[in-house]
């Protein structure tokens, strides 16, 4: 655990995230910054990780930043990475990207106002890792017009016929019976992200919460739905995740899905 | 990875664009928020956390950037 950071220093704190336990060694890894390194920091009986990192960057213009893809790409990428790191040794509580505090005392105050909450979400979260499943329509494959067509007039017409079918699409009922099966599986579900919500052809996404030993069930199931759905659906599974999704607001309320 | 045609798992790591569109639904969009919005500038007040005004911002430059494009790729240092 290392000195203290001065209020209005030229560093400030940047945390990823809140365990309950210390992992040695501390996982080395790139940091937010790509250039400081990772930090565990005790505060109010649990462990902060932290990195220090240059004000000017991450406080003052972090608004500015945020909006230039190129630096938010980079940077979200090393924030997921750090947390996977620690996630990969013991349950965290990630923190939203962009969390950042100028001293260890304000740090320290904001954990202690939110220690139940925190207890109670470490508890939820226990042996457990989010995954994200998302449904896609499958496209028909289109085939140019073979050499029939006698003029050009002829072939524009006949590839916009084909270019103008829409995917097979099951049915609703058949998405309302994935999720309820999904959900017998998870401790919790969520709604899925927004950003990715903009993708070609996704009819569907959900987030769960899901217990390690759950896993081959989860499979399974994925394999079942796959199978059922050939030619209609293709399922994309990602994870582990670290329980990004499953984590209290600020409210104490959680965008939950169940 | 691909398990069969219909399935697909995949990592949580930024290998491809997927992932990375992942990767900024779950930094950006989840996860504990320690404190709401507050301003640095505040006497006595000494946290920073982007606000919530931010944060939609940021993924909605980056929807729209979707739309339009593929996310530019991560640069390494």
Redesign the interface.
Known sequence: MAARVK?NSGK?IY?Y??TRKLVTPVPKVPAVD?AAGVEALGCADLICWITRVDRSE???N??AN??N??W???A??R???V??AIAAETEI???????????E???EA??Q??KKT?DR?LRKIKDSD?W?VKVFG?QPKVELPRAGARTGKDYLKAKAALLQRRPTKGTDADLIRFEEELKRVAVET?V????????RGLQWQT?LLLRRDDRKRFEAL??KF??E??DV??????????P??F????DGKQETGT | MA????????????SDE???????????????????NLV?SLAGV??????LD??L???E???Q???GKA?????K?
Do not use: C
């Open positions: 209020p400030v945390l995230g809140v790509g991450y406080a003052d972090l608004s945020m909006e893809l190129d938010l790409a980079e979200s990428v924030h997921q990475r947390v996977a509580l990630p923190a939203r990207f962009g969390t950042v505090f100028l001293s005392a304000s740090l904001d954990i106002s939110k925190l979400d989010e994200g499958v969520a899925g992200g927004k950003i990715s919500s903009g993708q987030s994925l394999k796959s199978k759905w050939a659906r293709q399922i994309e599974a990602t994870g582990p995740w670290p990004y999704s984590v209290s607001r600020d | 398990t069969s045609n219909q399935i697909v798992f995949s990592g949580t790591d930024a997927t992932s990375l569109l992942d990767i900024l639904d779950h930094v950006l969009n989840a996860g504990v928020i320690i404190r709401g640095i000494d946290l920073v956390y982007v606000g931010v944060i911002t940021s993924i430059t980056t929807r950037y979707m739309q996310l530019p790729p991560t640069k240092r």
